[in-house]
């Protein structure tokens, strides 16, 4: 398990943190399928996860460009997700798109 790599700038970050609800069917799958569906966003980067034990979610996804996150937030499967996420899956959530324009990282031999 490694994080992302740290990516020439400028490039966008859209950071999604969650609290769930315990009603959690069909999040696993939906969830997967997000996942598959972003990798075919020309200008995706990546994607990091992160939960705590306490039940907080962070996900931040990775897009070279606005273009990119902007069709990735306009794509009909995720619109859909999201519907059903706040109807179901999240007792709150909030999202923050940046813009990077600082980034490196370390890795140890």
């Given at each position: 398990?490694?994080?992302?790599?740290?990516?020439?700038?400028?490039?966008?970050?859209?950071?999604?943190t969650?609290?769930?609800?315990?009603e959690?069917?069909?999040?696993?799958?939906?969830?997967?399928?997000?996942?598959?569906?972003?990798?075919?966003?020309?200008?995706?980067?990546?994607?990091?996860?992160?939960?705590?034990?306490?039940?907080?979610?962070?996900?931040?996804?990775?897009?070279?460009?606005?273009?990119?996150?902007?069709?990735?937030?306009?794509?009909?499967?995720?619109?859909?997700?999201?519907?059903r996420?706040?109807?179901?899956?999240?007792?709150?959530?909030?999202?923050?798109v940046?813009?990077?324009?600082?980034?490196?990282?370390?890795?140890?031999?």
């Amino acid at each position: 398990m490694a994080p992302v790599e740290a990516f020439e700038p400028p490039y966008y970050v859209a950071v999604f943190t969650t609290v769930r609800t315990q009603e959690q069917d069909g999040y696993r799958e939906t969830n997967a399928r997000m996942e598959d569906l972003v990798k075919d966003i020309p200008g995706y980067l990546g994607i990091d996860h992160a939960q705590t034990p306490g039940g907080l979610g962070i996900t931040v996804g990775y897009f070279r460009d606005a273009d990119a996150l902007t069709q990735w937030r306009s794509n009909e499967e995720h619109r859909a997700a999201q519907q059903r996420g706040r109807a179901e899956w999240y007792q709150s959530y909030t999202l923050h798109v940046a813009k990077v324009e600082r980034s490196h990282g370390f890795t140890r031999a």
